[in-house]
């Protein structure tokens, strides 16, 4: 015979609690990279501070957040095999932004085919396009490549974040 126990109201504000802590134990965290990513925002970034500079514009930092979108859509485009900046029907890129706590105003370079991070960059730059959005108003970079695997298409993807 099974028997019905009602639980008290103190039953279930621990138990609750319990779960709320076991949901917080995750393996992912914002310093987790993303898998099948290559982050070269540390190689990217001294090269657009030093086209900012340039410009007397003031430098950029690393920004975790940024790195975190950067590495996703690189990840995206490779998975897809195309270059787009979006994916899928119902995409939006300030959904995107948002779900990676980026810091709006926020900007998104992508690139193809580039074997180096210097390469990337250079399109960008070559591009009056991308080159404006590395001359705007943001604080922060991340940039990021992904394959799909060894000696793919690399796919780039840059995120500038307010």
């Not at 991340?142 to 793919?152: D, E, F, K, P, Q």
Request: net charge positive.
């Amino acid at each position: 015979m099974i028997s019905l126990i009602k639980p008290s109201r103190r039953d279930l504000l621990v138990f609750s609690g319990m779960a709320l802590a076991l949901a917080g134990c995750s393996t992912t965290s914002v310093l987790t990279p993303t898998a099948g990513a290559e982050d070269e925002t540390q190689a990217a970034l001294p090269m657009v501070n030093k086209l900012r500079q340039g410009r007397g514009l003031s430098t950029l930092t690393l920004d975790m957040p940024a790195r975190k979108a950067a590495a996703r859509q690189a990840v995206r485009m490779a998975k897809a095999n195309e270059m787009k900046h979006l994916i899928g029907f119902g995409d939006d890129f300030g959904a995107r932004m948002k779900s990676n706590e980026v810091a709006l105003p926020a900007a998104e370079n992508i690139a193809s085919g580039q074997d180096t991070v210097v390469a990337a960059v250079q399109a960008w730059i070559d591009s009056p396009k991308h080159l404006e959005n590395m001359l705007g108003s943001y604080r922060g970079l991340g940039v990021a490549m992904a394959r799909t695997s060894v000696g793919a298409r690399p796919y780039w993807a840059m995120v500038l974040s307010g």
